[in-house]
């Protein structure tokens, strides 16, 4: 039907007393009536913007083009400037955000470990093996509060191949990639 | 006289006590020869090819390396396994055993110089462990575009581990966190090394 705001009635009085004879409703159901509808278009209206929002972050729009779109969708001139504003002071923390949050179903996010030191097994006594547990934390993409444990063990020559094995070639391309 | 046999706690086994009479008829080369290869023994590691060549080298008779072997073996690990024998004590032992004494040196340096190479130890004798890594792949993804981003260029690494208590984990790793494990990786390289070339606890032997 129609934009509204607060104070605005879509219809005059004669247009409402058809209304409600044609829809055979009361008059404060038809007021009632027409304010959800209002409603309902206020949000729309306010889905454009929001949809006006991801896009300036999926494009990464500049402040200026942002400002030109908002005003297009008739939002008023000072309130785009400070949208513009604001976005041209947030953007770059948002953006970083949403980078790293991409998403994945387990991701590492806590790495601790435990150097020990066996001495004896029932086999032996007196040894002077050091080992390391691992801890790998993962934390799953629904459950945000609880991570899982993943404990590893290493003796040296294992920690040594480990080490070896996301060595050289994985860092670099990483690192290339960054910059 | 093998009743006093401290290491054993008590009476020593059958193959312990009949060990002098089947060791007096080595000569030393064969016997040490033997003893490193009943010490890869008691560490789990193999050591099949060095008795095979120790018993066709024709120098023992079959019966006599079998029991020697035997008596050997129990009486290393169970020296092996009690921390706080001492030397003397062990000696007094191999005395109340019958070993000629020449002998006794031999066998008293194998289990008492050995210590230090403990590092050696197979898995299987290294008592109950936590999960080890049996398979281990990884690869670098990088988002290109994303629902929420039409240019990511976000780097991020991918995980498989498959541990061998039969558990598969596959997880996402960002850049950040891969340093930090790297770096903490080679934090505990670093210690172990520490320990391994200088005790850094006095332990006393």
Known sequence: ?179 | MADAVSVFGGRAPAEVQQLAKHLRNLDRDTLSQMLSAVLRAVDGLDCRESLRLISESGLVSEDSFNHAVAGLYALLKEALCLPSLRQEVFNEDLRALRVSEEFIADVSSAVFGSRQTSINISDTHRGPTLAKIQDFKWRVDVAISTSSLSRALQPSILMQMKLSDGHLHRFEVPVVKFQELRYNVSLILKEMNDIEKRSILRIQD
């Open chain 1, 1 to 179: 039907m129609l934009c509204v705001t607060q104070e605005e009635r879509s219809f005059s009085e004669e247009e409402e007393e058809k209304l409600q004879s044609g829809l055979s409703l009361e008059k404060h159901t038809l007021h009632l009536l027409l304010e959800t509808l209002s409603f309902i278009l206020e949000q729309n209206q306010n889905q454009n913007q929001n949809e006006l929002y991801c896009q300036a972050v999926y494009h990464n729009l500049k402040p200026a083009s942002l400002r030109q779109q908002l005003e297009n969708i008739s939002v008023q001139p000072e309130k785009a400037e400070v949208f513009a504003q604001v976005w041209a002071s947030a953007a770059p923390d948002v953006l970083q955000k949403i980078r790293l949050g991409i998403f994945a179903p387990n991701k590492l996010d806590l790495v601790g470990w435990q150097l020990n030191l066996q001495m004896a097994t029932s086999a032996r006594s007196r040894l002077k093996a050091p080992h390391a547990v691992l801890n790998l934390g993962l934390r799953t993409e629904d459950d945000t509060e609880r991570l899982q444990d993943v404990f590893v063990e290493f003796n040296h020559q294992d920690l040594l191949d480990f080490y070896n094995q996301t060595g050289a070639p994985g860092v670099f391309e990483c690192e290339v990639l960054m910059n």
